[in-house]
């Protein structure tokens, strides 16, 4: 049973350009959360999706999009790199319906991106 | 709103020795509390977690009692190990149930 799988693991991109993460979810799980973690930071959330929508949504530009598919994968969109954007991005995935039990949550190991 | 603050890391410490490193929590209501660990080059891994206050959450030999009356939920092992070197993260669950992180302690065990 795969966990939560991202791609791509490692990515370096031009400030102003646009860039695009993937993540598929753990078997059996409905909803994916995003997470930006800064060096030396903890995570800060992003925004879920459940559905195929945006559920809920942190303190994040509207550079910062995302998608969720049928299949329950989902992508995360950011446009107008900044370097303030390099970070590591991480996605969780669990079960809408026991989310508020913390322990159905699960990480992937994230997709570094950085911005020259 | 809600917050949560770890104490500064590196927290660096010889083989077998003690360790605890602080966690303290500013929130409405009680919120479920949670231990996450981050070894080099992976992604987060739920260690332990507690829904209630006075409950202790245990697992590979770490310890962490939600302690309401100094809004507090420490962590604790009695004997670390080279392989405990990871980056140690404590969060709460929010009203809306997400997370919200502390900003990380490093943990160096040296033999």
């Known amino acids: 049973d795969a966990g939560v799988t991202q791609s791509p693991t490692h990515l370096i991109k031009t400030r102003g350009q646009q860039v695009t993460l993937r993540c598929s979810p753990k078997s059996g799980h409905d909803t994916v959360s995003w997470y930006q973690q800064a060096l030396g930071q903890g995570p800060q959330f992003i925004f879920q999706y459940y559905e195929e929508e945006e559920r809920q949504r942190g303190n994040f530009p509207d550079r910062f999009s995302g998608h969720q598919f049928p299949n329950y994968s989902s992508e995360l969109n950011v446009n107008a790199l900044l370097l303030g954007d390099s970070a590591l991005y991480l996605c969780a995935s669990s079960s809408y319906r026991t989310a508020y039990s913390g322990n159905t949550i699960y990480f992937g190991e994230g997709s570094w991106l950085t911005v020259v | 709103g809600n917050s949560v603050t770890q104490m500064e890391g590196p927290v660096t410490l010889s083989e077998e020795a003690f360790l605890t490193i602080n966690c303290t929590y500013t929130a409405t209501g009680y919120p479920s509390l949670f231990w996450y660990v981050q070894y080099p080059g992976e992604g987060l891994q739920l260690l332990l977690k507690?829904?209630?206050a006075d409950d202790k959450g245990s697992n590979k030999g770490f310890e962490a009692t939600y302690r309401k009356e100094t809004t507090s939920f420490h962590l604790e092992k009695g004997s670390v190990q080279v392989s405990d070197s990871a980056v140690y993260f404590c969060a709460g669950m929010d009203s809306n149930y997400q997370l919200i992180w502390g900003a990380g302690t490093k943990l160096i065990i040296k033999p």
């Open positions: 507690a829904t209630k």
